[in-house]
């Protein structure tokens, strides 16, 4: 079992940049593919971006394609959102989770382990 923590949230202005972190304890991170998910205020929880397990192979939701990258250090036991160009539209809490097959899957359903998540609030 992991234990996940994501921190770097905040408030940003449009067009700024944020990176998020996701601190990853128990079992080596090098275990699971990962993935960044967000959820606004009324909305369902969606996909953001995933990663392979050894980072090699990452995925991106278009709706963040060009603007958010996810990448990983196993050896720090650390997985990275880092969100440029920000927009209103992006405001959510972020979660990182956790899947121990070698899926980059999409579905929440797919993941096992959760983070508690970050807030984002980008200000127009």
């Known amino acids: 079992q992991v234990h996940l923590v994501e921190s770097g949230g905040g408030l940003v202005q449009t067009g700024g940049s944020l990176r998020l972190s996701c601190a990853a304890s128990?079992?080596?991170?090098?275990?699971?593919?990962m993935g960044w998910f967000r959820q606004a205020p009324g909305k369902e929880r969606e996909f953001v971006a995933a990663?392979?397990?050894?980072?090699?192979?990452?995925y991106d939701a278009d709706s963040v394609k060009g603007r958010f990258t996810i990448s990983r250090d196993n050896a720090k036991n650390t997985v990275y959102l880092q969100m440029n160009s920000l927009k209103p539209e992006d405001t959510a809490v972020y979660y990182c989770?956790?899947?121990?097959?070698?899926?980059?899957?999409?579905?929440?359903?797919?993941?096992?382990?959760w983070g508690q998540g970050t807030q984002v609030t980008v200000s127009s």
């Open positions: 128990g079992r080596t991170l090098s275990s699971y593919a």
């Open positions: 989770a956790a899947d121990p097959s070698h899926r980059m899957a999409t579905s929440v359903s797919d993941y096992d382990f």
């Open positions: 990663s392979s397990r050894n980072g090699i192979t990452t």
